[in-house]
């Protein structure tokens, strides 16, 4: 199982890369159930410690996913500050047109 997750989390880093943030959604719908899936049979098995690989892998998730938020904060800025742009030429476009009359 936490090979699919480790799968998953790499192409959701992979597509938030090429900016494809519809399928960076999709696949994380698909993971986030695994996670928890994969910590609840943890905590209903036998109590002991979870394996070397699994403890890996949850350092790769946690790091991919941190990289993954980062290029969304920048994506996000980058279209707020688009969006501003866009409204401060609007507003400077219609007061032109109001002088203009």
Known sequence: MIERILQL???MYARAQAGEWEAVAVA???R???????F??????DGG???DSV???VREILETDRRTMELLVKRRTE??????EL???ERVRMAYEGNSR
């Open 87 to 89: 409204a401060e030429g």
């Open 28 to 30: 994380e719908a698909e």
């Open 9 to 11: 989390t790499r192409e």
């Open 79 to 84: 279209v707020a500050d688009r969006a501003h």
């Open 49 to 51: 410690p979870l394996s």
């Open 40 to 45: 609840g049979t943890a905590q209903d098995g």
């Open 55 to 57: 403890h890996e892998g």
């Open 32 to 38: 986030d159930p695994l996670i928890g899936e994969l």
